[in-house]
């Protein structure tokens, strides 16, 4: 698979079930670890509420990446995983996913750490948005149910930066 952005879209060259649901589940436990770990280091019970709720929805949604993620193996015959694909989260698509992968800096400033969460929760809705379009029916549903989701967390990321502005 190979994602481009092109005027604000993402563009899906080669697209694979297999692959779209790999990257999904990487930016899911990437991103539960992160409002973890924001919520540990914020002061302000209702922000930290807030993260801690933002953690269990990205678990649920890996949960069902990762389910899918078994189907489209089982329907595609590949056992195998390889990292090759992960290389896209380290594209300037999902540069702000990076970070997020290592909180500790960014979570000593909560401005600039949910600036980072609302990128990031930008881009996800744009993949997710792009996978849809190409995926079977049942799946399609409920990614449009997690890209409603992940526009809730964009507005909540976004309240909680109106606190801190």
């Known amino acids: 698979m190979r994602i481009e952005e092109r005027d604000g879209a993402f563009v899906v060259a080669d697209f694979s079930g297999t692959e779209a649901f790999r990257i999904a589940c990487a930016i899911e436990r990437d991103g539960a670890r992160f409002y973890d770990a924001l919520a540990r280091a914020v002061t302000d019970p209702g922000v ?10 990205e678990r649920e949604h890996l949960a069902f ?10 329907r595609a015959g590949d056992p195998f995983e390889e990292d090759d694909l992960l290389a896209s989260l380290e594209s300037g698509v999902f540069g702000p996913l990076r970070e997020m992968r290592d909180p500790g800096a ?13 990128a990031v929760e930008e881009r996800s809705i744009l993949f997710y948005g792009c996978c849809r379009e190409r995926l079977g029916k049942e799946p399609r549903e409920a990614l449009a149910r997690i890209i409603d989701e992940e526009r809730r967390h964009k507005a909540l990321i976004e309240e909680m930066l109106a606190r801190y502005a």
Do not use: K, N, Y
């Open 48 to 57: 930290r509420s807030t993260l801690e709720f933002l953690a269990g929805q």
């Open 65 to 74: 990446f990762g389910r899918e993620l078994e189907r489209e193996r089982a």
């Open 106 to 118: 960014a979570v000593a400033r909560p401005a600039e750490a949910l600036r980072m969460a609302l």
